[in-house]
């Protein structure tokens, strides 16, 4: 698990300062995620490694889809579920996507943002419930970059507790 961890590491440094994941970072971990899954002491079987990067996508994909996630992100998800498999990555992007909120309402609690956090929320909830709209409003650029969440900061922090819990078969 050495050489995803090293590169999920670096992705959490990248986003915390760019808000952007490189793809050959995450090329790199979609490939060596394949590559382990051959060898014979690797943590998932060759399908397993398959269905992981599949189901780390689909995960992903659909929060891209309504501009709640970016495209490194999605593919950072596919590279982990390659390293892991379906049901580990199912654990790791529910315990990131718990990590991200406290993250997301830590950082409205320190800019005094709570309120005005808790009304966009409420608006979102609100139109997907009465017209079936799951879209993000629309944020001015410079706001977008500088308050967007980088998931893979939780990412990381999830992927590593998990790991961690999951014991021995991983690490």
């Not at 943590?43 to 990067?53: E, H, I």
């Not at 995960?59 to 309504?66: E, K, P, Q, S």
């Not at 993250?103 to 808790?118: K, M, P």
Request: one cysteine or more; hydrophobic letters at 55%; charged letters at 10%.
């Amino acid at each position: 698990m050495a050489p995803m961890l090293t590169l999920l590491s670096m992705a959490a440094a990248i986003d915390l300062r760019s808000r952007r994941i490189p793809n050959w970072l995450t090329a790199s971990l979609i490939a060596t995620g394949l590559v382990q899954s051959s060898l014979v002491f690797s943590s998932v079987s060759v399908g397993q490694a398959w269905a992981g990067l599949g189901v780390g996508f689909g995960l992903t994909f659909v929060m891209f889809a309504v501009g709640a996630m970016g495209g490194g992100d999605v593919k950072l998800f596919a590279g982990i579920g390659a390293w892991v498999g379906p049901l580990c990555v199912v654990q790791i992007f529910a315990v990131e996507a718990v990590i991200g909120m406290v993250v997301v309402v830590a950082q409205a609690v320190h800019a005094g943002r709570l309120r005005a956090l808790a009304r966009g929320s409420a608006v979102i909830a609100m139109n997907a419930a009465v017209r079936g709209d799951l879209s993000c409003p629309e944020e001015p650029m410079s706001a977008a970059n500088v308050n967007r969440l980088p998931y893979a900061v939780p990412t990381l922090l999830a992927t590593v507790t998990v790991l961690l819990l999951a014991g021995r078969r991983y690490l």
